[in-house]
């Protein structure tokens, strides 16, 4: 019986524990923070502040049962770079409070009584949610995620090419630019395919209208009556006037 209550005590110890821990999260779990309310931190190693803020947000999180919050989160920026776009985060650390989908960015003093005072008085009611534009189930917002996505690998790329097979910057910058022209000219060329199919240019239906030739005794005939002039007799036609005819000299 003693060796029962021993387990029940430890395992009440456990959870906990589990629920006063700090949840990492990443690229495919972040849509955990759309249910029911919780408090995210966006943060990076290499931060000053991130690592002085980062014994009160693990005080903070052992209050999370006591303060009814699904969870107590963080973000690493270096292995989320597509999260930080999503998010459009621009300084660090940045707090969101997140309540049934609904982001508000903490603007407070970064220690464990004003997160406390903050959740438990609702002050988070008095701040205006994200605009809709930013929201990061949006589209546009996915899309810059990706963007980041990519500009995560380029660096990698660049430092791979430059440090770990020590070739010129310049290398690296080479290649970057034949694979931006290769990759625009053929998105060029699928984007022209695409309006091909989409609207087909249109045939020329235009009637050639074929005009019968004059004979050549007509156009003459215009020439003639175009030579004469306006008001001026025709002298080729015949007149009742007779003329007298000269007599021979004899």
């Known amino acids: 019986m003693k060796f029962l209550l021993v387990l029940c005590f430890l395992g009440s110890f456990a959870i906990r524990e589990s629920l006063g821990e700090v949840i990492e999260l990443k690229e495919d779990n972040w849509d955990r923070v759309l249910k029911g309310e919780w408090m995210l931190e966006f943060y990076a190693p290499w931060c000053p502040a991130c690592r002085a803020l980062q014994s009160s947000w693990e005080e903070f999180s052992t209050w999370s049962e006591d303060l009814h919050l699904h969870g107590i989160a963080q973000i690493d920026v270096t292995k989320g770079p597509g999260l930080s776009g999503r998010f459009m985060v621009t300084a660090l650390p940045t707090i969101f409070h997140v309540k049934d989908g609904e982001f508000r960015q903490y603007r407070g003093s970064r220690d464990k009584d004003a997160f406390i005072s903050f959740i438990e008085e609702k002050k988070w009611t008095e701040l205006e949610t994200i605009p809709s534009w930013k929201d990061p189930r949006s589209i546009q917002m996915t899309a810059v995620s990706y963007f980041f996505k990519m500009s995560m690998l380029l660096r990698n ?25 290769l990759v625009g000219a053929f998105l060029g060329l699928i984007l022209v395919c695409c309006i091909d199919c989409v609207c087909p240019p249109q045939k020329n239906l235009s009637v050639t209208v074929t005009q019968p030739e004059k004979k050549d005794s007509d156009d003459d005939e215009d020439d003639i009556k175009d030579d004469t002039p306006e008001g001026e007799e025709d002298t080729s036609k015949p007149t009742n006037v007779r003329k007298r005819r000269a007599k021979k000299a004899e």
């Open 157 to 181: 790329a660049h430092s791979a090419v430059t440090e770990v097979y020590g070739y010129p910057p310049w290398v690296s910058y080479s290649i970057f630019a034949i694979a931006t022209v």
